[in-house]
């Protein structure tokens, strides 16, 4: 990590490892590349799969510096031993009739699952939406059967507002997305 790292919180895991959560430098785009074509291909539960993030390096770094330009959007990856071991993201409209509402994506590399990374990135995205003042709600979307991630969602106040009929279409099965609001104290 370089001195233009913005560090956000450090977490010690269950396990007794530092989990380290900050914002994305361009200096991460390969990583985060090779990440998420590591996560898509170890679960059907993501909007892509193994290798289908299309994004090249010069891409990725562009949409990095868009990110730390653009108030409306934060990215944070978790960190242990200098390792990505999730990447998540909070972002909302900057039209003002709907900018109050925002949308979390989240994920985790596969061998870190179950570890306590999900909730502390989910708490600090949750702890970023109420430090900028004007969010109400938070929507996520998640693949019906996908009961890990809607047990976590709930442990954090998302209740099941929809569906999304046949949303997914993940190896020749249609699923639905269900879709998950919180709304936060004002
Ligand atoms: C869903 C996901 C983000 C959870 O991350 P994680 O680091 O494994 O979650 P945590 O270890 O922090 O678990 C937090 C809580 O979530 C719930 N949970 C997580 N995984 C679970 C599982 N497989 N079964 C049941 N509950 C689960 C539990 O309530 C858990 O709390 P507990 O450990 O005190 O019981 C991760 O499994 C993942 O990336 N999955 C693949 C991609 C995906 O589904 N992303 C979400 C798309 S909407």
């Excluded at 560090?7 to 090779?34: C, H, S, V, W, Y």
């Excluded at 562009?62 to 200098?82: K, P, T």
């Excluded at 969602?153 to 998302?158: H, I």
Aim: proline content about 2%.
């Amino acid at each position: 990590m370089n001195s233009q790292t913005e560090f956000i919180n450090e977490i010690r895991l269950k396990d007794g490892r530092l989990l380290i959560l900050r914002e994305p430098q361009t200096a991460d785009a390969g990583e985060i590349i090779e990440y998420l074509n590591t996560v898509g291909g170890e679960s059907d539960n993501l909007l892509f799969g193994k290798d289908e993030f299309h994004l090249t390096v010069e891409q990725e770094i562009e949409y990095i510096a868009g990110m730390s330009r653009n108030s409306d959007a934060h990215m944070i990856l978790a960190v242990i031993n200098d390792t990505i071991v999730s990447v998540a993201q909070i972002s909302s409209s900057s039209r003002p009739r709907i900018a109050h509402n925002s949308e979390i994506a989240i994920s985790v590399k596969k061998e870190y699952w179950g570890g306590g990374i999900g909730a502390a990135v989910m708490g600090e995205l949750i702890r970023h939406a109420k430090a900028r003042g004007n969010i109400r709600s938070v929507s996520l979307g998640v693949r019906a059967g996908n009961a890990g991630a809607i047990k976590l969602y709930e442990k954090f106040g998302f209740e099941k507002v929809g569906v999304h009929k046949d949303y997914f279409h993940v190896n020749g099965t249609y699923y639905d997305e269900i879709l998950m609001d919180v709304m936060l104290p004002s």
